[in-house]
């Protein structure tokens, strides 16, 4: 398989359920990140990990809580969300954090949270 | 926010070019524009950047003006398959991967 893989596509959670969402990139790439995007809102930046540290995080609530336990592999893990967190979430990788080059993006997970 | 503006939507007739402007008057010398599109239900998918000079590739040209306060996105020959949201974006190497997203234009290609 190639690119950047999402799982699941698609997530129904209640407010108190705990979930995660994986990300794998096949691309060798040392850079991942994850952004969010609502209904009617631009793409927003969440995370940026560079070498599974991370590097970047955007005023993101402690209810969302990443982990990176290897350049290839990016969780999000959920806990106690809210219904107005229900959006598209994006992963993406890229060579190297910072660097002039493109981000690949995975498919993403339409997540409603209920 | 985003340092770009873009029109709302366009339209494009099957077969010709599509040309997608966008304004970033208040570019920094050390910043690049990028393109990506987002097909509907899908990641953005990078299309091309450039920081002074035309750049050209497989999918699209990008034409920047001398003072850099412009660009245009052009695809030679639109297909219906390039109807999706393009985002036109500025940004600074060693900005950690920021890209900043703004709203987009959302092309529509018509048979």
């Known amino acids: 398989e190639t690119g950047v893989t999402q799982t699941p596509r698609h997530l129904v959670m209640g407010m108190t359920n705990k979930k995660s969402l994986k990300c794998e990139q096949h691309l060798g790439h040392n850079a991942m990140y994850w952004y969010k995007q609502s209904a009617k809102k631009p793409l927003e930046l969440m995370f940026v990990y560079s070498l599974e540290e991370r590097v970047e995080n955007n005023s993101v609530p402690s209810r969302f809580s990443p982990e990176c336990p290897n350049s290839s592999h990016l969780f999000l893990h959920l806990h106690t969300l809210q219904p107005e967190d229900s959006a598209l979430y994006l992963c993406?990788?890229?060579?190297?954090?910072?660097?002039?080059?493109?981000?690949?993006f995975g498919p993403g997970t339409r997540l409603t949270v209920l | 926010d985003a340092k770009t503006t873009q029109p709302p939507s366009m339209d494009c007739a099957e077969g010709r070019a599509a040309n997608l402007p966008c304004n970033h008057s208040?570019?920094?010398?050390?910043?690049?524009v990028y393109w990506y599109r987002q097909i509907h239900s899908q990641g953005p998918q990078y299309i091309i950047h450039g920081l002074k000079n035309n750049e050209t590739n497989e999918m699209a040209s990008l034409i920047i003006t001398e003072d850099r306060k412009s660009s245009t996105l052009i695809l030679p020959h639109a297909t219906l398959r390039d109807t999706a949201v393009y985002y036109c974006?500025?940004?600074?190497?060693?900005?950690?991967?920021?890209?900043?997203f703004g709203k987009g234009t959302k092309l529509s290609v018509k048979p």
């Open positions: 974006i500025v940004r600074a190497e060693g900005s950690q991967g920021n890209l900043i």
């Open positions: 993406a990788s890229s060579q190297e954090a910072g660097e002039v080059d493109e981000q690949f």
């Open positions: 208040t570019i920094s010398g050390n910043e690049y």
